[in-house]
């Protein structure tokens, strides 16, 4: 049976339980991943551009990049442009469900170590600067450049070992 627009619409209005049920399912596909819980909890923080990011997990920028566009398709991060560079954020609104579940993952970073580690590296990245002033200083540009000379050596010590 084929519906008209005009027929979901009416569907909204008698089940928004079941819509928040999605939204809810929605919430924790995106927490089953440590990679988008270690994002949330640095953006928990603080906005970040990738490259910070990139920088505390020691992951590569496709990568951060993958999960953030999978948790902003979600609505659980937005991200707004600063000069050449978007900075990824927690929405000012949230679910409930997500609040509660981001209150969780702050009481886990007490007891777990890769998410005090995290903490810890962003705080030594960013000192007291706002991530704004560290954009201005052209922290990314060092952070690529940085990440990119760790990269060669890797790939130069295996090729040294496998002579």
Known sequence: MHRQPHEYNALLIFFPAYFDAVKLISIYKCLCDETRLRILNLLAVSPLCVCHIQSVLRKSQVVISQHLAYLRERELVTGKRYQNWMLYSLPERRPAALDANLQCLQDAV????????????????????TVRALLDEGCCARIAASAAGKSRRKILSKKETAL
Do not use: I
């Open 110 to 129: 007490q007891t777990e170590p890769v998410f005090r580690k995290d903490r810890e590296r962003l705080e030594k990245l960013m000192g007291a600067k």
